[in-house]
């Protein structure tokens, strides 16, 4: 009987007679589509990396990983020396020009969300640039809405650190629309709650910058950082200015590692005011019970005594 497949001069992917059965087995269309994908890369990739290619979203292409995983058709969620591969969010996908046009022809939402970034931004995105943005809304499944909210939070960041006329890069849009994927900051209710937390962090940031004998000046990003998560512990600036002194005392300068050693220490033990770090961080000094002396025998009779015998008295 002759062949019903048409073959093509392209290079050929080889499927294995076993994989091929626990495929027909799981009867799973999307495992399947995924496992050919993989196939066709040579395995090179991850396999979320692949979203944009098959034109799915997040939950679609991880559930199809997943169903691989459980059929042993792909390594399990380890990389070398056993450490935990990326986190899914910095696994991102790739698009290519076809699959953006179609997205800006077919959802006025990303098409009008495109339109707004680029007046907020005040330049023409490039294809990647619209790539970026079609993946934080179709892999991570932002909303249009919290987008735009998450480009003017970047916006003004910038701004505020670098003066007027300065715009972030859609790379560092890109990172930060995905840490809000992680911290679960899909909503507009959600996003509007994290802006008002951070406009907070902001306004306190000359505060702590005093504490630690630093000025006026804007902390750099990464002592913004360690400032963040101080105040996310819930330390007012009185108390980083405690164990400020006590890192100058030790290590003679500030040294932000060891500051932030004792202060985790404190948030570990619940101290966090002032008066709790005075309360509860004294270094307990247990007093040695005196000794009694021993007894001193007078002994000067018995001299006395001896030497009255030598004389013979």
Known sequence: ???????????????????????????????????????????????????????????RIEAAESALRQMELIAPATAEGGELPPEPADEKPV????????????????????????????????????????????????PTDVIYLLVCHCAERIRARFGDGRRPAMRQIEREGYAWARRGIDTQTAAAEYLRRCAQRQEAMPQYMRALQLGD?????????????????????????????????????????????????????????????????????QRAEAKPEPERQDTAWMKKYIQRRERGI
Not at 9 to 16: A, G, Y
Not at 122 to 142: E, F
Request: charged share 25%; hydrophobic share 40%; glycine share 6%.
């Open 1 to 59: 009987m002759p062949s019903v497949l048409i073959h093509t001069e392209d290079e050929s992917v080889t499927l294995t007679a076993q994989a091929a059965k626990r495929l027909l087995e799981r009867g799973d269309g999307d495992a399947a589509l995924l496992y050919l994908a993989l196939l066709r890369h040579h395995g090179t990739v991850q396999p979320r990396s692949l979203a944009g290619e098959l034109r799915w979203d997040r939950p």
């Open 95 to 142: 698009y290519q020009q076809t699959d953006i046009l179609e997205h800006l022809e077919s959802s006025e939402d990303f098409r009008r969300l495109t339109a707004e970034v680029e007046r907020k931004l005040g330049k023409r995105l490039s294809t990647p640039d619209i790539g970026i943005l079609l993946g934080l809304h179709d892999y991570l499944g932002l």
């Open 217 to 285: 000046r804007l902390p750099s990003a990464s002592e913004e950082k360690y400032l963040a998560a101080w105040q996310d512990m819930g330390f007012p600036p009185e108390t980083v200015a405690i164990a400020y002194d006590k890192t100058v005392l030790k290590c003679h300068e500030l040294r932000w590692a060891y500051l932030n050693g004792i202060l985790k220490r404190w948030h570990g033990a619940d101290l966090h005011t002032p008066a709790e770090v005075e309360a509860g961080d004294r270094p307990q000094v």
